[in-house]
């Protein structure tokens, strides 16, 4: 084997693993953009369900506030019939 012919078949060598790192550097590129994709679609999700959550808090204190003010009605109401002599 001479030296021109190891040369080329060096280059050659050269070319295939410069096309497999170059392939595999592709695939960890990809890998990190769909990692940070998810990332952010996770993020604005959990920001949502916090939106969410909030708003369901605040609703579910206006009901027992409501309930609060029935209850004392309901009172109220028990103390007058049994001031009139009936029964609740």
């Keep these: ?3 021109t012919t190891l040369g080329s078949l060096l280059v050659g060598v050269g070319a295939v693993v410069g ?4 392939y595999l550097g ?3 590129e990809n890998a990190i953009t769909a ?3 998810l ?3 996770l993020q604005e999700e959990r920001d949502a369900l916090k939106a969410e ?3 369901l808090t605040a609703r579910l204190a206006e009901q027992a506030a409501l309930r609060a003010a029935d209850q004392a009605e309901i009172a109220r109401l028990r103390a007058i019939i ?3 002599g009936g029964h609740p």
Excluded: C, F, P, Q
Aim: no cysteine; glycine share 14%.
């Design 82 to 84: 049994i001031h009139l």
């Design 19 to 22: 096309g497999v790192v170059a």
């Design 39 to 41: 990332t952010n679609d």
């Design 53 to 55: 959550r909030a708003d």
């Design 26 to 28: 592709k695939r960890g």
């Design 1 to 3: 084997m001479d030296v």
């Design 35 to 37: 990692y940070g994709s």
